[in-house]
């Protein structure tokens, strides 16, 4: 089965074609991270408009890519929602236009479910079921139960900011550039991991916090230069040098990473079942995460690097198995899209 998978929930427009939900025929993706880094930020609007320009020629390169033409395609999916709403409307009513045109069924996946079928595609081993997933990204931090395919329990979830908002505004205090995840590693990688003592916030059960960790980097940055609190955060980057730059990306990177892992480990001990840790978004590329959570847990899948971003390929996969499951097409004239939404 062919399944073209459209993604544009935030800054990267992106198509893909899969077969039976795990072979990658072809996978693009435009970003837009160029545009925005000199912003500091994704500005929604111009996301959008960016999409729309690029969209059409995306969805044709996958196919050329693939070497397949319409008649191939068994089904069209599109990620639907959460995302930014301008940036959901292009690629959604792209797939709309496309399924009824070409006659397809269409799929309108959840975008955090396709970052966890990330982890199916091009994999000798695939995740056993019960699973517990951590979701890492921009917008979302959580960690989820899966007993099942089409069977989510949201078990922990963040009060405040995503772990992966955290690493950027971090960065930005820091002086580091957009997006901060990569930044912050790089500049990490000289650091010592240990020079400054930040507190992981202590959140009851399996619930994170992250805006306190982020407060907690801005008041050892200002206490570490001698400044007040009152001085304003983005005025910091010019007092710190390029060793308390790396000092700080490392004991933030360390703490932020075994703040996530200790949860995890306190959802194992609840679910002593669980066969598979899957990780999933953005920050599944960061490499201490990786080598961290290898460490502390057994049969752990990460995301190959190129699938650990926003994809068309993931959407595919995920679509894939929503119809093995049974899960019903969506009509094309009624679709909606909704800007935050839980996993169904
Ligand atoms: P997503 O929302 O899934 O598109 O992921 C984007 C987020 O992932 C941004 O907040 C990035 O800073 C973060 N990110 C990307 N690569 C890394 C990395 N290597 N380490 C930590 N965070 C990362
Ligand atoms: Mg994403």
Known sequence: MLILGIETSCDETAAAIVEDGVKVLSNVVVSQIDIFAEYGGVIPEVAARNHLEVMMP???????????????????????TPGLLGSLLIGTLTARTLAILHKKPLYAVHHLKSHIYANWLEKEEMPEFPLLSLVVSGGHTQILR??????????????????????????????????????ISKAGKTGDKNRYKLPKPNVEGLDFSFSGLKTAVLRSVQSELGLPI?????????HLDSRQIADFSASFEKTAVDYLLEKLEKAYFLYPNTKSFVFAGGVSANELLRLSAKERFKNVFFPEIKYSGDNGAMVAAAAYFEIKNGVEPTNPYKLNIIPRSEIR
């Open 146 to 183: 899966m007993d099942a395919h089409e069977s989510f329990e949201i078990i922990g979830t963040t009060r405040d900011d995503a772990v992966g908002e955290c690493f950027d505004k971090v960065a930005k205090i820091l002086g580091l550039p957009y997006p901060g995840g990569p930044a």
């Open 230 to 238: 009152s001085h304003p955060s983005y005025d910091l980057k010019n």
């Open 58 to 80: 995306v969805v044709n390169k996958a196919l050329s890519d693939a070497k397949k033409t319409w008649d191939e395609i068994d089904a069209i999916a599109v990620t639907h």
